[in-house]
């Protein structure tokens, strides 16, 4: 019982903590001031002008089509890589994973200025694409690096059996080895997810022709201070997630309620 | 077997977007002039003679520290929840996950913001203290607050690889442990802390990298008063313009990270886990 | 069955948005660049709306990083706003064209002072949008007798109170200036002695700080900071108590201006784009959501009395007599850079 109510208690600090800042920030939305500094009443202006503002939105758009494009990219491109890589051996095997690394040690803006000297040498037009192709890039490493350790765990004489019994290479990696390393897979996709939509660095550099996000938007308007619409967008994203993870979850129990019966 | 044949597609694509760009870069670290006219490099080892002096000695060493003590931290955090959410039922289990990503996905400088608003002199906290008789702190502008920063961004990268490796720890070996007597603790340190290693590795290496080169954290809540190597890396390129100095120090950087994971990956007993470094 | 849904709705995304990219528009159009948040939005719809020309408009963060954006190529852009010294840079780099100013005529609205300064001498590429002062703003409650110069800031009495700019060139100008050097020097004995002074102001500071400085200084979290004049306008209404001053011994005069660079693709609908934002109730309406000031007579007189005679945003000439304008420091930067990392790499 007591090491219960320490769980709960450690548990709750820690979301305590990951969570005040954001409370913060859905405060500070409803605040009639453009600055961070002070509390001037209660306003829901914000939320107004943020469905005026025509830029904002399309930037949340392309955020939103970046991170979900690349992150399911990168997750497919680093699960068949981190399967493959695993069954590797000897030197070949320790360079591709040391190169695997680089994106992860190098500083953002490194990968950013080499990205993009390598896409003014191949005469690409900077945009969409090339912006999507650098978060892959810096994304896919993440994700071998969660499937890696899964991997490790998994039997991998289950997969030998299977082909033993039959099956083909593809059927044998659905049915065996991808249920395994599941977990991996899952925590790899959302790191991709948080990565790719929280870059400003990388997309900055290796964009162009209109195409911005919102960390750009947000910031290029640091200079001038950070308009308020962008925390009242945050609040919806953030309250859309957490309906949205709720939902989800209430089906899954009753999925799972009236699949047992 | 022929499952590598599955990496072919990504070898592929390390190939045009890490190696060649990593030539480029060494290329500006082993040569000086006009960054931007890149016809017109002259060889030089200048940039890395500039580096390995007194100044950029004591800011790496300042910034090693920092990214250790932060990554120890979020171990010692970190560890303990994976391990209460793997040990919860399934349904549950990735609603907390999720619950603990979610708030990465607000923007960083929003973020951090918030933590300014929460941390300065008159901020939330100190508002609190002196409402309860004591004296206000001073939170903000010093090495605690980036710690503070770097612990709260990176959490999430230390608990996701360890949570992931949590859930799959066959549950007879830890029974079988009790049966055999063991108390908790020895189960945690003979049975469930081995098997998990390789998702500490990853955590530990997910942590202190990005650690190592942040610049924004030491930025907003260290004031700037003393940089990080990140800050000079960063004022590189994007103030002064050179290039070829910062990608030297990103170079040495770098060449020092692989070295320090390389130790820690020595502490994965059969290297063929995550870390898988040398 | 929710696995399949999610993956076309997916699809379809991706097929919309190649779609949209895809598909040329005939109707002509302007890529515009400029700093955050620094535009009304209105302005761009009437634009658009008024000369049938649309409007793709992008946003950086620091001039430097919108240097590097133009050099690196890779995409156009018809209209930039860079600031003074960085315009210096441009045109000795060969990266602007040259105004026809027979299709900006509105350029006679801009007040004579502005005009023909050494960044752009006789303004043959560029047309000032913003400008402004830097100087020393201030709690009243906190600092009990009144500011007056940079030498302030060295005063021990204000200990862990002061928040310095996180920018090698405006701290450097700053202490430049109170040992009365100019802000502009290349002498490196001057700057040594600059260096020196800001290590010995480094106990007193609080912090070095960019854009957040704002926040800081509004909620009283510290009492004294250096900012632009147009930030102190927004700053000093959130926070009365607060208190603007161009220190004695003089400041930097800075300018953001509209300029077209050589890979332009649309120069007429450019030089369109810039005599319509120089049309003083275009620039009233501009400058009355941005905060700064104009450099249009007849646009300030359009705003309200409070900002048209606030000395902040439009300080007298006597107020600015004393004032540089930043050069163009690529000759000088590694100096710089030596000095700054110097004294941010001491505890």
């Known amino acids: 019982m007591v090491e219960k109510s320490i769980k709960r208690i450690y548990t709750f600090l820690i979301f305590m903590f990951l969570y005040a800042p954001i409370i913060v920030l859905i405060i500070f939305s409803f605040n009639n001031s453009k600055s961070r500094g002070v509390w001037n009443g209660f306003t829901l202006k914000w939320y107004i002008e943020l469905f005026k503002d025509r830029e904002i939105l399309k930037a949340l758009y392309n955020t939103l089509l970046i991170a979900i494009s690349s992150s399911i990219i990168s997750t497919i491109l680093g699960t068949f890589a981190a399967i493959g890589i695993y069954n590797m051996n000897g030197i070949f095997k320790k360079i591709i994973l040391n190169l695997n690394y680089l994106p992860v040690l190098n500083p953002d803006i490194l990968t950013a200025v080499s990205l993009m000297a390598l896409f003014r040498f191949s005469k690409l037009e900077f945009g969409l694409f090339t912006m999507l192709l650098s978060h892959i890039t810096f994304c896919v490493p993440y994700v071998i690096l969660s499937i890696l350790p899964k991997l490790k765990q998994m039997n991998i004489y289950l997969y030998e059996a299977a082909m033993d019994l039959g099956a083909t290479p593809f059927y044998a990696l659905r049915k065996v080895i991808i249920p395994q390393i599941m977990p991996g897979i899952i925590t790899g996709g959302l790191m991709a997810f948080t990565l790719s939509i ?21 910031y290029s308007m640091a200079r001038r201070g950070i308009n308020p619409v962008i925390n009242a967008l945050s609040t919806l994203m953030f309250i859309s997630m957490l309906i949205l993870l709720f939902t989800i979850n209430k089906r899954n129990d009753k999925d799972l309620i009236e699949g047992g019966r | 077997m022929k499952l590598k044949r599955f990496s072919y597609p990504y070898l592929l694509w390390l190939g045009i977007f890490v190696a060649i760009p990593l030539v480029l870069v060494l290329y500006f670290a082993f040569t000086t002039g006009d960054s931007q006219n890149f016809g017109e490099f002259q060889f030089s080892l200048d940039n890395f003679k500039r580096f390995f002096t007194p100044i950029y000695m004591k800011v790496l060493i300042r910034s090693v520290n920092l990214a250790f003590i932060s990554t ?17 039922k399934p349904s549950k289990r990735n609603m907390m996950i999720l619950m603990f990503v979610i708030p990465m996905w607000m923007n960083f400088l929003l973020r951090t913001y918030a933590w300014l608003t929460l941390l300065g002199r008159n901020g939330l906290i100190n508002t609190l203290i002196t409402k309860i008789g004591l004296k206000p702190l001073d939170l903000m502008y010093n090495d605690k607050a980036v710690l503070l920063g770097m612990v709260y961004n990176f959490l999430p990268f230390m608990v996701l690889p360890i949570f992931s490796v949590l859930t799959k720890i066959d549950q007879g070996l830890i029974e079988a442990a009790e049966d055999l007597g063991a108390s908790r603790i020895q189960t945690f340190i003979k049975v469930i802390f081995p098997l998990s290693i390789s998702g500490v590795i990853t955590g530990i290496t997910m942590v202190f990298v990005p650690a190592m080169s942040t610049f924004v954290i030491s930025s907003l809540l260290g004031g700037n008063k003393s940089s990080l190597i990140g800050n ?39 290297k063929e886990g995550g870390g898988g470094l040398w | 069955m929710t696995k399949k849904g999610l993956a076309l709705l997916l699809v379809f995304v991706l097929l919309g948005t190649l779609a949209l990219t895809g598909c040329g528009d005939d109707t002509p159009s302007i890529n515009v660049y400029n700093w955050g948040d620094y535009i009304d939005m209105d302005v761009i719809r009437q634009f658009e709306k008024e000369y049938g020309i649309k409007v793709r408009y992008d946003t950086f963060a620091t001039n430097e990083d919108l240097y590097v954006k133009l050099k690196q190529g890779g995409s156009s852009y018809d209209v930039i706003f860079p600031s003074d010294y960085m315009i210096e840079r441009m045109t000795r780099e060969d990266l602007l064209v040259k105004l026809d100013k027979g299709n900006i005529p509105n350029m006679s609205k801009i007040d004579e002072k502005f005009l023909n300064r050494d960044y752009d001498p006789g303004n043959e590429y560029s047309v000032p949008y913003m400008w402004g002062t830097v100087g020393i703003i201030y709690n009243k409650t906190m600092i009990d007798k009144p500011l007056t110069s940079w030498a302030d800031l060295w005063n021990e009495e204000y200990k862990g109170q002061i928040i310095m700019l996180n920018s090698q060139r405006d701290s450097l100008a700053v202490a430049l200036k109170k040992l009365g050097f100019s802000m502009n020097t290349r002498n490196i004995d001057e700057l040594e002695a600059a260096k020196e002074e800001l290590v010995r102001q480094k106990p007193l500071v609080d912090a070095y700080l960019g854009d957040d400085i704002k926040g800081v200084i509004v909620a009283g979290d510290a ?4 900012v632009w004049s147009g930030d102190a306008v927004a700053m000093i209404r959130d926070n009365p108590d607060l208190e603007y001053v161009i220190p004695s011994e003089g400041t930097n005069l800075w300018f953001d201006a509209m300029v077209i660079p050589k890979n332009a693709k649309n120069k007429e609908g450019a030089e369109k784009f810039i005599d319509f934002m ?23 007189e359009l705003l309200t009395d409070e900002i048209k005679n606030s000395l902040v945003a439009y300080p007298t000439d006597e107020m600015i007599e004393n004032t540089e304008i930043f050069k163009d420091p690529t000759d000088i930067i590694g100096e710089y850079d030596r000095i700054w990392t110097e004294l941010t790499s001491e505890q």
Do not use: C
């Not at chain 2, 120890?72 to 919860?88: C, D, H, N, R, W």
């Open chain 2, 232 to 270: 000079i890396i960063e004022q590189q390129f994007r103030y002064t313009g050179d290039w070829h100095f910062g990608s030297s120090m990103s170079i040495i950087l770098m060449i020092f990270i692989l070295i320090t994971m390389g130790l820690t990956s020595k502490f994965d007993k059969d």
């Open chain 1, 198 to 218: 929280d870059d400003f660095v990388i997309s900055f550099f290796n964009t162009g022709h209109g195409v911005s996000n919102l960390s750009i938007a947000i």
């Open chain 3, 223 to 226: 009492a004294i900071g250096v």
């Open chain 2, 72 to 88: 120890v931290i979020t171990l010692i955090l970190g560890y303990p929840m994976a391990l209460i959410i793997s040990k919860e």
């Open chain 3, 278 to 300: 120089t049309r003083p109730d275009i620039s009233a309406k501009n400058t009355e959501y941005i905060g700064y000031s104009t450099p249009i007579p007849e646009a300030k």
